[in-house]
């Protein structure tokens, strides 16, 4: 059960993008695993990758494919991630877009491929392009929740949002989907978004607003540490609405503040689903010399096994958090200036237990399913912010099983 | 149940040094959680102290008063910290030294003072001050397996190594224990260890000593990463076996090893305990462009908590240990230089799955309880070694449970 919404908005279609969800068997049966998005010609595209050295077959051959622009096509893939795989794997990825290219009409460097499952694994090739000839002639009306659906790995449910938004003298939609429950840390993480509007967004703009939009979203959220071969995070423009927008112009600042929810909530959403999750939790470090102090920091209590656990048991042991920030990294921290809350309660004061602290108040707020653990450092005027989740015996659970 | 052995050698004591344990009821009943080392005049002590910022107020005494020489007790108590504890946790640990000495007859400055156990709980210094009252009547007649005991939290067994040396034409003992079991990780973890020779050392070479020998120990475990307020590692020489010692003298080259031996085991037995442990795990990264960037893969391998339930499940699911080398931050990393062994097995040539590699081969590996990952990077001549351990269900109903 995930912590909270991770569907949101209308069930919407954006104009100008293409869906079908198909069964291919990659690595289970009776499971939806091959999702294709097909796009209208001038359609912009842009995103992100994971900055893993080892990223995967297809995220090499989406971020070439993509420096080409005129893109037409995605095609995802779970079951297998197509890492690890060497030579074969990238001969794989490349295979991959040949077969949907040729199907549909396009060439190979106008489809980006993602793949999303068991490292170490090479592709079911024959299964994947059965998969393609039968994806390439289905119906192409699925829906976004479908798509959702079609990407789910450990995921427990689909992911979703989307919104009309009535600016710049027209209507535009914003819908998208995410995926991913472990191997989650920025840069990015066993994850994927794909998010698309009908706006129409120069190739400049859109890097602009994906490099912006996704990095306080899908980057600053983390599960286990564990960052991923395979992440990305896509914006897509079809700009079949006819509206175009630009930064200065009219609704471009709406439409970048509503894009960015998206973003958030579906990179939140990824949390609230983790492996095993029975909490979301922020963490939001404030007061800092640095933006990548407090980063340090957030991260530090967040990703700590400790903390987690309490966060897991409702145990209000706050001396984890105070020893996760202590060993962060800030070897010139004056720990008399650090200020901690729960939520609304101030549970650390000049470095030590608050003066007004009680365990009942603190046990009050752990009980809850949705806690924000404050840490201010008085050093300066920078902050950031981070989305995690617990630790506990379900997490383990899924991961000692995940391959069985 | 520890993985493997946790003692070392005969029990023995070392001459200079008297132990005294008692139930002093810090935080629980029946529990031995007081420990009384009396040092004999002339013995030097040298160690190394957590560079956690939020350090207990005990490690900053200790490290103040270990600045002036001339140590005559350590004083230990398990059950409560004294960590986050402000101002009145200073006034608690250097009244911890003052009570101490006004029994033994010494000043407040020549006692070194350790707390572990919960943070941010003051200490409840009437229990101590009684305890202290009765320890120092003790007959001070305990061995230092009663001592290993008396450090003991959340560990399930006590930890020791001992052993005897002919050298520089007299006999020299070595003996030492060790605690800890989670929050661990170097500089230090929630980690005591005490280490004591009836050699005489000079406080230079001692310190000398401490540092390189400590370094490759107790700074190279982890459990989960999250580093402690109060760890120590502390190193003593009485020199009441009036064989001195130093470097370039006969017999320095044999005893420094020997005592590395201790260091190294004591530091493996904390690993062996581990809270929830099956497994324990050397990580060994090799050819690498400088040691620092050896130690940042060796730990971001052995802090996944991907990899970590993998080797709890015994699964051979290589990709994750491939995805936590691809993390580990070495931006120019070129992976077709990796490869990855388990124990005598290849998983990665190449930086892909081995050609050879079979999935029931790596099933055999997995299944065994103590596995080496090594993972050479095939771009220089250094390398660094981390211990670590698995992680369990048991770890999570461990640091879920603890203060309950």
Not at 23 to 42: M, T
Not at 79 to 103: F, K
Request: aromatic letters at 6%.
């Amino acid at each position: 059960m995930p912590v909270g919404n991770t569907q949101d908005g209308p069930e919407l279609a954006v104009d100008g993008l293409e869906i079908a969800v198909i069964e291919a068997g990659i690595r289970y049966p009776d499971r939806k695993d091959l999702v294709l998005f097909r796009l209208e010609a001038g359609t912009t595209v842009s995103g992100l990758f994971t900055k893993n050295r080892f990223c995967a077959a297809p995220v090499h051959v989406a971020k070439a494919n993509l420096s080409t622009g005129n893109i037409r096509a995605l095609v995802i893939n779970t079951g297998n991630a197509n890492a690890g795989t060497g030579s074969q794997g990238m001969g794989d990825a490349q295979l991959s877009c040949e077969l949907v290219a040729a199907q549909l009409g396009y060439s190979a460097d106008q489809v980006l491929p993602y793949s999303t499952g068991v490292i170490g694994e090479t592709m079911p090739m024959e299964r994947f392009a059965a998969g393609v000839q039968q994806i390439t002639t289905e119906s192409f009306g699925a829906s976004w929740l479908q798509a959702a659906t079609g990407i789910m790995t450990t995921d427990t449910v689909p992911k979703y949002a989307g919104r009309t938004l009535a600016i710049a003298g027209g209507e535009i939609t914003i819908a998208g989907i995410s995926k991913g429950a472990g191997m989650i840390k920025p840069n990015m993480a066993t994850m994927l978004g794909f998010v698309a509007t009908d706006a129409r967004i120069a190739q400049t703009h859109l890097d602009e607003l994906a490099s912006s939009l996704i990095e306080p979203s899908f980057n600053r959220i983390t599960v286990d540490g564990d960052t991923s071969t395979n992440d990305a995070a896509m914006l897509i423009a079809t700009g079949a609405s006819g509206v175009e927008l630009a930064p200065g112009q009219p609704g471009w600042h709406e439409f970048k503040q509503q894009l960015g929810e998206v973003f958030l909530f579906l990179a939140q959403a990824i949390v609230r689903d983790a492996e095993g999750a029975t909490k979301f939790v922020t963490v939001e470090v404030t007061s800092t010399q640095t933006s990548d102090e407090a980063r340090l920091v957030a991260y530090a209590v967040a990703e700590s096994p400790l903390v987690k656990t309490a966060l897991y048991a409702s145990d209000p042991n706050w001396g984890r958090i105070l020893a996760a920030v202590g060993r962060a990294g800030i070897s010139d921290l004056d720990t008399e200036q650090v200020s901690i809350y729960l939520n609304e309660l101030e549970i650390v004061r000049n470095g030590a237990v608050s003066p007004d602290y009680t365990e009942e108040a603190g046990q009050a707020v752990m009980d809850l399913s949705e806690i924000t653990i404050s840490i201010s450092l008085g050093r300066g005027d920078n902050s950031d912010t981070v989305y995690t989740c617990d630790f506990s015996h379900d997490y383990v659970s899924i991961n000692a099983d995940y391959r069985s």
